[in-house]
C-alpha cells in the first residue's frame, strides 16, 4: 500500500525559504522506474507539476520555478525534500507529492496548505 | 512547453448522464495523456494513464480515448460519486503540464 504524506510549515512570510517534506511507504525510491513529484494548486485554480527526481538521482524542474526550487531525497528516510525560496504571497497553494510511474502520478498525498503573508 | 486545453470549463448533468470532457495538446503527445478526478478539499485521483488504460480500481464507466494531440475522457453513466473536476496531463515530455480543469456539476 502506497502512501505519501507532506510536511512543513503552514504560514512563511514573503522572501522567505519553503522547505516541504514527503515522507512516504510502501515502495522505495532506490527502485528503477520509480519517481516522486512535486505538484501544487492556488486556491481555485488549477494545477501545477514543480519538480521530479527519478530513483537514480536524475532531477527535473519547471522551467518558470527552476532557479527558485531544489528537490532532494533521502533514501534510508523515505523522504523527498522540496525547497522553494524567496517565497512570495502568489506561492499560496496547496502542495502535493505523489508517486510518479513516472511522469504521471498514481499516488498522491494528501496535500497541505502554504500561506506566503506578512 | 506543450499546453493542454480542456473542454469545456464546466459541464451540467444529470445522472446516468453520459459525459465527454476534450483535452487538446498544443502539439503531439503520442498517447502520454492522463486523467485526473478530483473532489473539493481532496488530492487528485489518478483514473486514466496511457491516454486509454484504467487505473486499478477505477470503474469501467470511465474510459480514455485519442492519440496524438485530441483526446477524451468520456463517463458512460454518470454516478453521484462522479460530480467533481478532471483534469488532464500530458507525460511525453518536460515540463509536465495539465489542463484547466473541467468541473462536473448537478443539473
Known amino acids: 500500500q502506497i502512501t505519501l504524506k507532506e510536511s512543513g510549515p503552514t504560514l512563511v512570510k514573503p522572501t522567505q525559504t519553503l522547505t516541504l517534506t514527503c515522507t512516504f511507504s510502501g515502495f522505495s525510491l532506490s527502485i528503477s522506474g520509480v519517481t516522486v513529484g512535486w505538484i501544487r494548486q492556488p486556491p481555485g485554480q488549477a494545477l501545477e507539476w514543480l519538480a521530479l527526481?527519478?530513483?537514480?538521482?536524475?532531477?527535473r524542474y519547471s522551467p518558470s520555478l527552476k532557479s527558485r526550487l531544489t528537490i532532494t531525497k533521502d533514501t534510508s528516510k523515505n523522504q523527498v525534500v522540496l525547497t522553494m525560496t524567496n517565497m512570495d504571497p502568489v506561492d499560496t497553494a496547496t502542495y502535493y507529492c505523489?508517486?510518479?510511474?513516472?511522469?504521471?502520478?498514481?499516488?498522491w498525498g494528501q496535500g497541505t496548505l502554504v500561506t506566503v503573508s506578512s | 512547453d506543450i499546453q493542454m486545453t480542456q473542454s469545456p470549463s464546466s459541464v451540467s448533468a444529470s445522472i446516468g448522464d453520459r459525459v465527454t470532457i476534450t483535452c487538446r495538446a498544443s502539439q503531439g503527445i503520442n498517447n502520454w495523456l492522463t486523467w485526473y478526478q478530483q473532489k473539493p478539499g481532496k488530492a487528485p485521483k489518478l483514473l486514466i494513464y496511457?491516454?486509454?488504460s484504467l487505473h486499478s480500481g477505477v470503474p469501467s464507466r470511465f474510459s480514455g480515448s485519442g492519440s496524438g494531440t485530441d483526446f477524451t475522457l468520456t463517463i458512460s453513466s454518470l454516478q453521484p460519486e462522479d460530480f467533481a473536476t478532471y483534469y488532464c496531463?500530458?507525460?511525453?515530455?518536460?515540463?509536465?503540464?495539465f489542463g484547466g480543469g473541467t468541473k462536473v456539476e448537478i443539473k
Open positions: 505523489a508517486h510518479g510511474n513516472p511522469a504521471h502520478f498514481d499516488y
Open positions: 496511457g491516454a486509454s
Open positions: 527526481i527519478y530513483w537514480n538521482d536524475d532531477k
Open positions: 496531463q500530458q507525460a511525453n515530455s518536460f515540463p509536465l503540464t
